[in-house]
């Protein structure tokens, strides 16, 4: 294990140094268990203080699902803070909720840039207020590729974070693979890193082992050490300012067409922005409309409905040229066209190319063709997409019924014993 071990003492230093902090643990398999891991950590530093009393855990409503789960994990009782209008944290609200806790208040989650994809121009004097009032500051490090190279968790005054190795470091993300998330912590937190009962890791303090390996899923680290060590600190940092670049390119193109939820106060988004898509409905159109059209363009949807519901959150990174960003733009400029035939009364409410979306080659090849568009319209909507047609293999089901409703299709028990005793 020779080579794994210089590879885990070499990556721990680039993310610690990345993160602005002090060390590093290896040992979260996702950004969820790093949350979880985090959470751990800072119990155990309040505990040796003699503070273990310390339970809330501050939670800005625009925080991801898995920030309040992996408070509740963690034995916290989760605290809401109010975002203002402008889909910041509400200052005002975040104090008076840390004065009232301040004799229970064991940390604040908070994401940066934020889920709502602006820089929070408050985030120091956050983390200050939380510091102020005895707690400790868990950044998520989601959208840590709108940081690398040009500011810091530790910078910002966080205490601890957890990278998505998935998301930031190159690790094979879709469709769920395996994922690693670290977690990086300030000098105070250092000691109770998680440990393993077999193998030596964390701190002398340490937490009980986070999960059963040392290192996480350490057969894919190399993936992360690759990419860091070939991009080498200016191509990270290059990185990270296409990706922020790449956003605010498609947010300038789509501007105008479609309302752009939340931007700082500069007028520029982070490295990810809200396409709002809620006024369609007026005519039919939901967000889910739009998402399925987009195959027809052959594009994969970006995030529906999260953070805010009714919306399309975009984030390009920096992996796509300027020619790919300009063809996305100009399939979204198109659907927001065949949404305006609707709103005009040219395109039927019903039998539209957007309620109809995807299209299937089953669908306009075979049979008469009865919608009151054409077929091109329907599979060819803009020249591009006749290059590579992308041919989409089923139409809607019942989108999310199925989530909401299970099945348990498996026989019951009982059915074996009498085959069993049957034969
Ligand atoms: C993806 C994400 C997480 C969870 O990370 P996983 O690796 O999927 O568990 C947490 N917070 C935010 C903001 C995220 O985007």
Same mark, same amino acid.
């Given at each position: 294990?020779?080579?794994?071990?210089? +590879?885990?003492?070499?990556?721990?230093?680039?993310?610690?140094?990345?993160?602005?902090?002090?060390?590093?643990?290896?040992?979260?398999?996702?950004?969820?268990?790093?949350? $979880?891991?985090?959470?751990?950590?800072?119990?155990?530093?309040?505990?040796?203080?003699?503070?273990?009393?310390?339970?809330?855990?501050?939670?800005?409503?625009?925080?991801?699902?898995?920030?309040?789960?992996?408070? =509740?994990?963690? &034995?916290?009782?989760?605290? +809401?803070?109010?975002?203002?209008?402008?889909?910041?944290?509400?200052?005002?609200?975040?104090?008076?909720?840390?004065?009232? @806790?301040?004799?229970?208040?064991?940390?604040?989650?908070?994401? $940066?840039?934020? %889920?709502?994809?602006?820089?929070?121009?408050?985030?120091?004097?956050?983390?200050? %207020?939380? @510091?102020?009032?005895? &707690?400790? =500051?868990?950044?998520?490090?989601?959208?840590?590729?709108?940081?690398?190279?040009?500011?810091?968790?530790?910078?910002?005054?966080?205490?601890?974070?957890?990278?998505? +190795?998935?998301?930031?470091?190159?690790?094979? @993300?879709?469709?769920?693979?395996? &994922?690693?998330?670290?977690?990086?912590?300030?000098?105070?937190?250092?000691?109770?890193?998680?440990?393993?009962?077999?193998?030596?890791?964390?701190?002398?303090?340490?937490?009980?082992?986070?999960?059963?390996?040392?290192?996480?899923?350490?057969?894919?680290?190399?993936?992360?050490?690759? $990419?860091?060590?070939?991009?080498?600190?200016?191509?990270?940092?290059?990185?990270?300012?296409?990706?922020? +670049?790449?956003?605010?390119?498609?947010?300038?193109?789509?501007? &105008?067409? $479609?309302?752009?939820?939340?931007?700082?106060?500069?007028?520029?988004?982070?490295?990810?922005?809200?396409?709002?898509?809620?006024?369609?409905?007026?005519?039919?159109?939901?967000?889910?409309?739009?998402?399925?059209?987009?195959?027809?363009?052959?594009?994969?949807?970006?995030?529906?409905?999260?953070? =805010?519901?009714?919306?399309?959150?975009?984030?390009?990174?920096?992996?796509?040229?300027?020619?790919?960003?300009?063809?996305?733009?100009?399939?979204?400029?198109?659907?927001?066209?065949?949404?305006?035939?609707?709103?005009?009364?040219?395109?039927?409410?019903?039998?539209?190319?957007?309620?109809?979306?995807?299209?299937?080659?089953?669908?306009?090849?075979?049979?008469?063709?009865?919608?009151?568009?054409?077929?091109?319209?329907?599979?060819?909507?803009?020249?591009?997409?006749?290059?590579?047609?992308?041919?989409?293999?089923?139409?809607?089901?019942?989108?999310?019924?199925?989530?909401?409703?299970?099945?348990?299709?498996?026989?019951?028990?009982?059915?074996?014993?009498?085959?069993?005793?049957?034969?």
């Amino acid at each position: 294990t020779l080579g794994y071990q210089e +590879l885990f003492t070499n990556l721990r230093t680039w993310l610690t140094e990345i993160t602005g902090f002090a060390d590093t643990s290896l040992q979260p398999n996702s950004g969820a268990q790093g949350e $979880y891991a985090g959470l751990m950590v800072i119990r155990a530093y309040h505990m040796n203080r003699g503070e273990g009393h310390r339970d809330v855990a501050l939670i800005p409503t625009s925080a991801h699902g898995t920030n309040p789960a992996s408070a =509740v994990m963690a &034995g916290m009782k989760v605290v +809401l803070v109010k975002c203002d209008e402008k889909g910041n944290i509400d200052i005002e609200d975040l104090k008076s909720k840390a004065t009232e @806790h301040k004799d229970d208040l064991s940390c604040l989650m908070v994401t $940066y840039p934020s %889920t709502h994809g602006v820089f929070e121009e408050a985030i120091q004097e956050i983390c200050a %207020t939380i @510091h102020q009032y005895g &707690g400790q =500051v868990y950044m998520d490090g989601a959208n840590m590729n709108a940081q690398v190279g040009l500011t810091s968790p530790g910078r910002i005054g966080a205490d601890v974070c957890h990278l998505n +190795l998935h998301k930031t470091f190159c690790i094979p @993300h879709g469709g769920g693979g395996p &994922g690693m998330g670290p977690i990086c912590v300030a000098s105070h937190l250092a000691p109770f890193l998680p440990g393993n009962p077999l193998v030596k890791t964390g701190g002398e303090l340490a937490v009980s082992s986070i999960s059963s390996a040392p290192y996480g899923s350490a057969s894919i680290l190399p993936i992360s050490y690759a $990419y860091i060590a070939m991009m080498g600190g200016d191509g990270l940092t290059n990185a990270t300012k296409m990706a922020i +670049l790449n956003a605010n390119y498609i947010k300038e193109r789509l501007a &105008g067409h $479609y309302p752009i939820l939340y931007t700082g106060s500069k007028g520029r988004a982070a490295h990810e922005m809200i396409v709002d898509c809620r006024a369609f409905k007026e005519v039919g159109v939901e967000v889910e409309d739009i998402a399925k059209r987009l195959m027809d363009y052959g594009y994969h949807a970006p995030t529906v409905s999260f953070p =805010v519901a009714g919306t399309l959150m975009i984030e390009p990174t920096e992996s796509e040229t300027k020619a790919e960003l300009d063809k996305f733009c100009d399939a979204l400029l198109s659907i927001r066209e065949e949404i305006r035939e609707i709103e005009e009364g040219k395109a039927d409410r019903v039998e539209n190319v957007l309620k109809n979306a995807p299209h299937t080659a089953k669908m306009v090849l075979t049979g008469e063709w009865t919608m009151p568009y054409s077929r091109e319209k329907a599979v060819f909507p803009i020249a591009f997409v006749k290059e590579g047609k992308f041919w989409p293999t089923v139409r809607r089901i019942d989108s999310a019924y199925g989530d909401r409703n299970l099945v348990c299709s498996c026989i019951p028990v009982e059915e074996y014993a009498t085959e069993t005793e049957l034969a």
